[in-house]
């Protein structure tokens, strides 16, 4: 009866490593996954205010609508702080894009600069 109970406790101790070690393992995962959906909204978005600062507000749409999708996937794993950088860069992106598709390129590269801000918070 006591060998049972110790092999019954030693099962319980593996499943709990196994469960344990997954659970690290999915968090580093997703980590790396926000993070380099942050480092590619951040370089779309430097590159939606190069494109605004030279007059180009269709280009800057373009570059714009990328960092939104990067920032907003990475939001959806990201906790805390880098999430919440995340979440206020993509609403500059979606500001972004509204004026740059009104063809207002000033008005677009200085909520895509705000992005940049929020993006480089969240690295």
Do not use: P, W, Y
């Not at 060998?3 to 659970?23: N, W």
């Amino acid at each position: 009866m006591d060998h049972l109970k110790q092999l019954m406790r030693k099962a319980i101790m593996k499943k709990k490593i196994i469960t344990l070690s997954a659970t690290v393992l999915l968090a580093l995962c997703s980590s790396a996954f926000a993070e380099e959906h942050a480092a590619a909204a951040l370089e779309h978005a430097k590159a939606a205010v190069e494109h605004g600062k030279a007059g180009h507000a269709n280009v800057l749409v373009e570059h714009a609508n990328a960092a939104l999708e990067h920032a907003l996937a990475g939001a959806i794993v990201d906790r805390g702080e880098q999430k919440a950088h995340l979440e206020e860069g993509a609403s500059h992106l979606e500001e972004a894009i509204n004026h740059g598709n009104l063809g207002h390129a000033k008005e677009a590269t200085e909520h895509a600069e705000a992005a940049v801000t929020h993006l480089t918070a969240a690295q």
